[in-house]
């Protein structure tokens, strides 16, 4: 199967084989590339002050690593990408959250 680009906004990239989250690392915000057959779920999440809604870049419960997004605290839909075998997580939004919740369940990975 070919790596084609499935979704890509200013914030995440999706293709068949896998989801990169850009602005990631700090410092130089590089992007974070999470290969699907490394992911055990992704939930989406409705906006919250304890699930990231202000969370503009890194982490607040030391667990889940956000990358940068100036506006998430106006975004419908925050994801939570669960990884097999690791204990941390990341967190990332979406311009088109229905869009990407439409692939991410395609893809089986949806929780």
Do not use: C
């Not at 914030?11 to 850009?22: A, G, M, P, R, T």
């Amino acid at each position: 199967m070919t790596n084609t680009m499935l979704y890509q906004d200013s914030l995440v990239e999706i293709s068949n084989e896998s989801i990169i989250l850009k602005n990631y690392y700090f410092p130089g915000f590089k992007e974070r590339i999470i290969a699907f057959n490394s992911i055990e779920k992704v939930e989406a999440k409705h906006p919250t002050i304890w699930n990231g809604k202000w969370r503009f870049f890194g982490t607040g419960d030391i667990r889940t690593w956000f990358p940068l997004d100036n506006a998430r605290n106006t975004r419908d839909t925050i994801f939570v990408i669960k990884l097999k075998k690791e204990w941390v997580r990341s967190g990332f939004t979406a311009e088109n959250s229905e869009a990407v919740q439409n692939i991410l369940r395609g893809k089986g990975v949806l929780a």
